[in-house]
């Protein structure tokens, strides 16, 4: 397994400004798809800096004003599109492996998360014909407690997920907040393309440094024995990331 760091703040920079001390610390970035590090306006970019470094990549298609279970069809398709391109552009970085969002329903009606999760299921469709495409693993991220989230639990994941070949992202920290890291691993251990870390007290999606939550990572990396994918420690900062791995690494090579 390789460890990787991913931090929504580091998009607010210029890809450049990040690279060396991720490339000093980590061997594997899975780099946040938004504003500075937008795969779809710095492809250009990413292409002359990338390769320079021996270290491997991801990438985490954008989540801001998308939303591939939206119910209005322009909203939907503007979503799919967005994270359609992010697919074909790793692809030509080779970059074979893109997390993705399943969707929110609506914010401001009540009782439209079934007429919502068949939208996306249709989404699901969509995304794995162009998975298969242009060869890329796109991983579809369990989501945390929040109501307004499609994928919180196992089987609404596996719902969402049903007639497709899709996999999963599994991320530890999300699954902590619905009690459902066992359940996840149980529903989905043969079919998970990418783990994301990060801890927290089963209250709150807070992204803390591993080992200040609750979360019991021995156990779940045990759990995990037979992955072999990248796992991804999802951060608030720089700094909080390298703890992590420090901390991290003694669980996986004792």
């Known amino acids: 397994m390789t460890i990787g760091i991913s931090c929504t703040s580091f998009s607010a920079n210029p890809l450049e400004d990040w690279i060396v001390p991720i490339f000093e610390e980590f061997d594997h970035w ?26 491997s990549y991801s990438i985490h298609a954008p989540i801001c ?10 909203m939907r398709e ?9 697919a074909e552009l790793a692809a030509d970085l080779d970059i074979r492996t ?11 009606v009540a009782g439209m998360e079934g007429h919502v999760v068949e939208i996306a299921k249709e989404s699901m469709r969509l995304l794995d014909r162009a998975a298969e495409e242009y060869g890329v693993a796109m991983a579809i991220e369990n989501m945390p407690s929040r109501p307004y989230f499609l994928g919180r639990t196992a089987a609404q994941l596996s719902e969402l ?23 996840m691993i149980d529903a989905f251990s043969g079919r998970i393309a990418n783990v994301h870390l990060h801890d927290n007290r089963g209250d709150d999606d807070s992204h803390m440094t591993i080992g200040d939550g609750t979360i019991d990572f021995a156990h779940v990396l045990k759990r995990l ?14 700094e909080s990331a390298v703890e992590s791995q420090s901390r991290l690494e003694p669980m996986l090579w004792p």
Do not use: K
Request: aromatic share 8%.
């Open 30 to 55: 899975e780099i946040f798809s938004e504003a500075f590090h937008s795969v779809l306006y710095h492809a250009g970019e990413m292409e002359d800096i990338l390769p320079s470094y021996d270290m």
């Open 161 to 183: 997920l049903d007639g497709t070949g899709l996999p999963v992202c599994f991320d530890i920290g999300h699954a902590s907040t619905t009690g459902e890291i066992d359940a």
């Open 225 to 238: 024995s037979g992955y072999r994918g990248n796992l991804i420690i999802e951060s608030r900062s720089f």
């Open 98 to 108: 893109v997390t993705v969002h399943p969707g929110l329903h609506s914010l401001a």
């Open 65 to 74: 004003d998308v939303n591939i279970a939206a119910v209005s069809d322009c």
């Open 78 to 86: 503007a979503s799919l599109n967005e994270i359609i391109r992010t």
